[in-house]
Antibody, heavy 119, light 106 residues
Framework: EVHLVESGGGLVQPGRSLRLSCVAS????????MHWVRQAPGKGLEWVSG????????GYASSLKGRFTISRDNAKKSLYLQMDSLRPEDTAFYYC????????????WGQGTLVTVSS | DIQMTQTPSSLSASVGDRVTIICQAS??????LNWYQQKPGKAPKLLIY???NLETGVPSRFSGSGSGTDFAFTISSLQPEDIATYYC????????FGQGTKLEIK
């Protein structure tokens, strides 16, 4: 069974940084692209970023304006999201999501970690 | 970015009703369209992938259709456990989601 467990969320002041982590189990991690999807409280889903199976390719939502960096460590079966210059509008639940070998549907989701950006 | 317009934003129906949600893409996305169900306080769950394929373990009352720019998601006979918010999502380009449809029991 696939498990994705996020950590690293919390309360952070505007302008500061935060790093989210996700540990995966139950599948061959380095075979699949991985993604981060976020959801502001009471709002819809927004894809944040995705990374290829080997980390060579990454994509980001245009709304982020280069503030976030996705990475992965296949030896540790872990996915990361470095979030810099955080803004109040980045407040959301951040989900770690399993993709496909290439592009495709998001077939497994973590439980989410809440990031709150506030002074 | 490809915009996904999902209608209606909310829907109230009775148990046993047939329910349909529409999703329209701002450009041709072939069949690169998925549907997700999200229950309150839970992570989303994949129901339909590539427009019309039922994910393993998903009840057959759920179905999807369409290609190009116009897609539909249907619940053939609404059950109480189907109360949730439903989202479409395209992956022809960088992924984007529809705004969601909140489904309630009448």
């Amino acid at each position: 069974e696939v498990h994705l467990v996020e950590s690293g969320g919390g309360l952070v002041q505007p302008g500061r940084s935060l790093r989210l982590s996700c540990v995966a189990s139950g599948f061959t991690f380095d075979d699949y692209a991985m993604h981060w999807v976020r959801q502001a409280p009471g709002k819809g889903l927004e894809w944040v970023s995705g990374i290829s199976w080997n980390g060579d390719a990454a994509g980001y939502a245009s709304s982020l304006k280069g503030r976030f960096t996705i990475s992965r460590d296949n030896a540790k079966k872990s996915l990361y999201l470095q979030m810099d210059s955080l803004r109040p509008e980045d407040t959301a639940f951040y989900y770690c999501v399993k993709g496909q070998v290439v592009s495709g549907p998001f077939d497994n989701w973590g439980q989410g970690t809440l990031v709150t950006v506030s002074s | 970015d490809i915009q996904m317009t999902q209608t209606p934003s909310s829907l109230s129906a009775s148990v046993g009703d047939r329910v349909t949600i529409i999703c329209q893409a701002s450009q041709d996305i072939n069949n690169y369209l998925n549907w997700y169900q999200q229950k309150p306080g839970k992570a989303p769950k994949l129901l339909i992938y590539d427009a019309s394929n039922l994910e393993t373990g998903v009840p057959s009352r759920f179905s999807g259709s369409g290609s190009g720019t116009d897609f539909a998601f249907t619940i053939s006979s609404l059950q109480p456990e189907d109360i949730a918010t439903y989202y479409c999502q395209q992956y022809e380009d960088l992924p984007t989601f529809g705004q969601g449809t909140k489904l309630e029991i009448k």
